[in-house]
């Protein structure tokens, strides 16, 4: 499975941004997606995740802000992000897992090549 994020740029506090993750490959529905985000000297850390079924979970520092989706007919995941701050400043990273699903991100299998936001004060 290959991965391509898109979407990222430069927002303004308060501002929105969409990710996309396009995957290739005909199992992408079975695959857990996940959102992960790496500020720098910062460890990456989680931000969300989609089960094949469509329930989702979110780190609490991006709930009731963020949502993630997915559209299998499509082989996409997305992540839409409102009331952007400059703390979620970071390279976002979308993940898959063949698995369960994990918070932790060594647990992912296959890794787009990253998306950068900023997000300006």
């Known amino acids: 499975v290959q991965l391509q994020a898109s979407g990222g740029g430069l927002v303004q506090a308060g501002g929105s941004l969409r990710l996309s993750c396009a995957a290739s490959?005909?199992?992408?529905?079975?695959?857990?997606m996940g959102w992960f985000r790496q500020a720098p000297g910062k460890e990456r850390e989680f931000v969300a995740l989609?089960?094949?079924?469509?329930?989702?979970d979110y780190a609490a520092s991006v709930k009731g802000r963020f949502t993630i989706s997915r559209d299998n007919a499509k082989n996409t995941a997305y992540l839409q992000m409102n009331s952007l701050k400059p703390e979620d400043t970071a390279v976002y990273y979308c993940?898959?897992?063949?698995?369960?699903?994990?918070?932790?991100?060594?647990?992912?299998?296959?890794w787009g090549q990253g998306t950068l936001v900023t997000v300006s004060s």
């Open positions: 993940a898959a897992d063949r698995n369960g699903g994990s918070y932790y991100y060594a647990d992912y299998d296959y």
């Open positions: 490959g005909r199992t992408f529905s079975s695959y857990v």
């Open positions: 989609i089960w094949s079924g469509g329930g989702t």
